[in-house]
């Protein structure tokens, strides 16, 4: 990498200093009396001395700029050390390329200047050229430092996401396991032949889960699998007391949605509204294309004063996760419909499925 910025500067450089060479050859053709070849001869050789000078010079500058810290961002205190190393580099640059004009003798004896006012001149026509050359090399710098900055900036962000989500999956499954391990108890004194077929369920679901685990969103085909194995489960447990329905629009199963995402808001309607009712109740689970969004419900009977208020588990990880995943395309709610129902909305972008 530094080998490779090193020759990047070298042909920037040297291009630069190129292209004022040829700039200045342009002027003189143009502008000037191109009829007599001494003249234009010498012009071509003080032409000469000038850039070398200047690439010897501003190489010089980069040097000192580099040794003395004062690549940008430049601290304020040091900007008077900029502008005094700048100032000398222009006087020596200046003094230099008239001291060598002067020993090789590439001037027109007829129209000699003092040595003096040719210094000043020099001083005069040198200025700008230095001035641009530091400008450019901030510049670059600064967009340099710009660019390198915005893509840790995106590696920062996709690291804290990958965290996250890590960290929200890790909560998950433990979460999921003990609720199905209490369920499993209840039923072991009571009916060991039914809490058998429950460990058989939660084998399934634990299968599935650890598959789900190795990605960030998977099938909701896979995803429905998962709670239908779950809603078994549990209806060992509530029996007739338990209400299952599904409305799934077959066109949906191959979206791509968050693992273990509606198990968890299954478990959360299971928990905090159909456990909360004497009698029972029913849990639907909707997929459905609606608006060009992907919409999963989840309706269950209950209030929402006793699905936390909106501050559960089931109900946090969701939003942290579509925030993660879709950032602001996604949206979750929940709310309550009629007098003893709570309704749970996940809109998702729908995702282009590729045969």
């Not at 390329?97 to 001149?121: C, G, H, M, Q, T």
Request: aromatic share 10%; net charge neutral; glycine share 4%.
């Amino acid at each position: 990498m530094r080998t490779s910025k090193s020759t990047l500067y070298w042909w920037c450089q040297l291009g630069g200093w190129l292209f004022y060479g040829l700039t200045m050859i342009f002027f003189a053709l143009v502008f000037e009396n191109t009829s007599i070849s001494t003249k234009m001869d010498i012009f071509y050789r003080r032409l000469a001395v000038t850039i070398i000078c200047g690439i010897l010079f501003t190489h010089a500058l980069r040097l000192l700029i580099v040794n003395m810290e004062l690549r940008p961002p430049i601290q304020p205190q040091k900007w008077s050390l900029l502008s005094l190393t700048v100032l000398s580099i222009i006087v020596l640059f200046s003094l230099s390329n008239s001291a060598i004009v002067e020993w090789l003798r590439f001037y027109d004896p007829d129209k000699k200047a003092p040595l003096e006012k040719r210094f000043l001149s020099n001083l005069v026509l040198d200025s700008p050229m230095i001035l641009v050359w530091v400008s450019i090399y901030y510049v670059w710098h600064y967009v340099e430092l710009g660019t390198k900055s915005e893509i840790q900036k995106v590696r920062l962000e996709s690291l804290v996401k990958e965290l996250e989500l890590k960290t929200i999956k890790s909560h998950i499954n433990p979460h999921f396991i003990f609720n199905a391990l209490n369920s499993i108890r209840a039923l072991v004194d009571e009916n060991p032949g039914r809490a058998r077929t429950a460990i058989t369920e939660l084998s399934n679901i634990l299968r599935s889960s650890m598959q789900a685990e190795k990605m960030e969103t998977v099938s909701f085909e896979k995803e429905l699998n998962i709670v239908k194995d779950y809603l078994a489960l549990e209806h060992i447990r509530f029996e007739d007391r338990l209400n299952v329905e599904y409305e799934i629009d077959e066109d949906t199963l191959d979206q791509p949605v968050p693992p273990m995402m509606l198990q968890t808001l299954v478990e959360n309607a299971i928990k905090h509204g159909i456990s909360k009712q004497k009698n029972g109740g029913l849990v639907r689970v909707i997929s459905d294309y609606r608006d060009n969004h992907h919409e999963l419900i989840i309706q269950n009977t209950g209030q929402l004063n006793n699905t936390t208020g909106g501050d559960g588990f089931g109900i946090n990880s969701t939003r942290n996760r579509l925030k993660l995943l879709f950032g602001g395309k996604a949206n979750f709610e929940i709310r309550e419909i009629g007098e003893n129902m709570v309704e749970a909305v996940v809109k998702m972008p729908v995702q282009p499925i590729y045969s």
